[in-house]
């Protein structure tokens, strides 16, 4: 079970882009990386392809970032915060906030 997930609203707080909010678009699960919308973008420059018919220029795009570099946003304080789990009295894991112990999917 992931601490962060698709969907979440996550801060960044290291890189070029801290302090930066934004929600998360992809999670690979092998992977320690997320596709955040708004963050780590960057210019790719593309040749046209005629075949696919996309014309060519500079691009710019979001990459992943690494988990450790992002940490979830608890609306209740409006700050970063981090993660624990916490299992129910009917088996359940769910996530919380370690600062207040609220459950993150409320």
Not at 19 to 48: D, Q, W
Not at 54 to 68: A, D, N, Y
């Amino acid at each position: 079970m992931n601490k962060i997930r698709k969907g979440d609203q996550v801060v960044v707080i290291t890189g070029k882009d801290k302090g930066k909010r934004g929600t998360v678009l992809k999670a690979a699960s092998e992977e320690s990386r997320l596709l955040v919308e708004g963050i780590n973008r960057v210019k790719k420059h593309t040749k046209p392809n005629p075949m696919k018919g996309s014309t060519g220029g500079i691009v710019e795009k979001e990459m992943p970032i690494h988990m450790s570099n992002i940490a979830i946003f608890n609306p209740a304080t409006g700050k970063a915060d981090r993660v624990s789990f916490k299992t129910l009295e009917d088996a359940r894991k769910v996530r919380v906030f370690a600062s207040s112990g609220e459950a993150v999917d409320a």
